[in-house]
């Protein structure tokens, strides 16, 4: 015959309290832990900065060689003092230019003589100086060019080597131009119109 046994109530009340100790209390610390874990990455926040710096303006110069007060360009300066009829072999004419930089920053300009085609042309000599004209001839200053010949229907250049002008600046040329004494007979009743161009470029 088996034997029956009754639950004894200090034992369930044995193993509610077992139970109480080995589950409850452990989860409510764990519970605690993870409470305390939020709080710790919330106060974790960097402290941070900016600031900004704004540049001065920037703006751009500007180069404007005009001659005579007169921009050239697009439409060429009529530099009208130059020039002579019924030229004689050994005669000349002379007559200044002034070059002038009335842009805003400094600039090294160039210059050369551009001749229709003409067998005239290359028995005309082109004297280039910062000197004075009387009409005829050029005199004093430094000479630039001496007795450069024109190219019929090619450039001569004149002003080879950049001379410089400060902005607001201005220099005075003297343009002689001599028909050779050895030109032939066969350039009588010839004419030849010549172009003096003149290049501007940042110093």
Known sequence: MSRHEVPSSTSGFGARARSFLSGGKPRAVASLGIVLGLGAIGTLAAW???ATATSGVFSTGSIDLQLNGNQGNPAAYAFASLTKTGMLPGSSVAATL???????TPFNYTMAAAATS???APYLKV???????NGTTCSGGTVIA?????VSGGSASLIPTAR???NGGS???CFQV???SAAPTTVQNQTVNTSFNFNATTA
């Open 98 to 104: 002034p070059v002038q930089n009335t842009g805003s």
């Open 164 to 166: 410089p002008l400060a």
């Open 48 to 50: 941070s900065d900016s």
């Open 171 to 173: 220099e005075t040329l």
């Open 118 to 120: 003409s067998t005239l």
């Open 146 to 150: 001496n007795g450069v010949a024109l």
């Open 178 to 180: 001599t028909l050779d």
């Open 127 to 133: 004297i280039v100086s910062t000197g004075t004209s």
